[in-house]
């Protein structure tokens, strides 16, 4: 079964340190998206892409967060310095092109804790 | 403002029982999907349903149903007779055409004891 493949599944990194994760999304999927779930919260996005392009990053902290997705398949989200009010769980999902009625199918997730 | 509201911060039941969990949600787009998800303790999220705009009909697929009232902006979902592997947390997600992203709730923490 087709799935959407994140890792690593978790990563304890200090403050002011650099951070990566990695999503590999479901083959022919399009969109990409990746979503921060603080505990208790429901996600949020940070960034979507349409193929290699970036479509909306407007809730992307751009002066320490960065995504990239170079060939349209899989993508990295950098984090560098790491703060502790990043911890939290970054999910990835796709779907096969944006589309209103399709469903998202997430990876599971990386959950980061900065100490 | 939150587009998606969830009341229901955590519901606990005994297996067997029904559970509704409530949604309400904010747009002002006449076109637009409703989604229910699942989220287990190994963190994905798990697709359950879907709803568009256009069709009010409630239906029930195996243990789980929902209630779409576009006149009050609810879209609840329950699950009948209850199982302890129904234990998960439950977010309600709204898709509109300006963005095509999910924007959920805050989600349903829902305990099912034996």
């Known amino acids: 079964e087709a799935e959407v493949a994140q890792s690593p599944r978790y990563k304890i990194t200090e403050k002011s340190q650099a951070v990566a994760f990695w999503c590999d999304p479901i083959?022919?999927?399009?969109?990409l998206y990746w979503y921060r779930q603080i505990l208790g919260q429901g996600p949020e996005l940070l960034v979507q892409?349409?193929?290699?392009?970036?479509?909306?990053d407007s809730q992307l902290p751009k002066d320490r967060f960065s995504a990239e997705r170079l060939k349209g398949v899989d993508s990295t989200l950098k984090i560098q310095p790491a703060e502790l009010g990043d911890s939290a769980m970054y999910l990835c999902?796709?779907?096969?092109?944006?589309?209103?009625?399709?469903?998202?199918?997430f990876g599971q997730g990386t959950r980061l804790t900065v100490v | 403002a939150q587009k998606v509201t969830q009341a229901q911060t955590e519901i606990s039941v005994v297996e067997k029982e029904d559970v509704t969990l409530d949604c309400v949600y904010e747009t002002r787009d006449t076109t637009y999907y409703l989604f229910w998800y699942k989220q287990p303790p190994s963190g994905e999220l798990v697709f359950l349903i879907r709803?568009?705009?256009?069709?009010?009909q409630n239906e029930i697929s195996g243990r789980y149903s929902w209630n779409f009232q576009k006149s009050t902006s609810s879209f609840n979902f329950t699950i009948t007779a209850s199982q302890v592997v129904d234990s998960a947390v439950y977010f309600c997600a709204l898709s509109e055409p300006n963005d095509y992203k999910l924007s959920f709730g805050a989600g349903t923490t829902v305990t099912v004891r034996a």
């Open positions: 083959s022919g999927h399009a969109t």
């Open positions: 709803r568009n705009s256009f069709d009010e």
């Open positions: 999902a796709s779907t096969i092109r944006g589309r209103l009625n399709t469903e998202a199918f």
């Open positions: 892409f349409q193929d290699e392009s970036v479509v909306d």
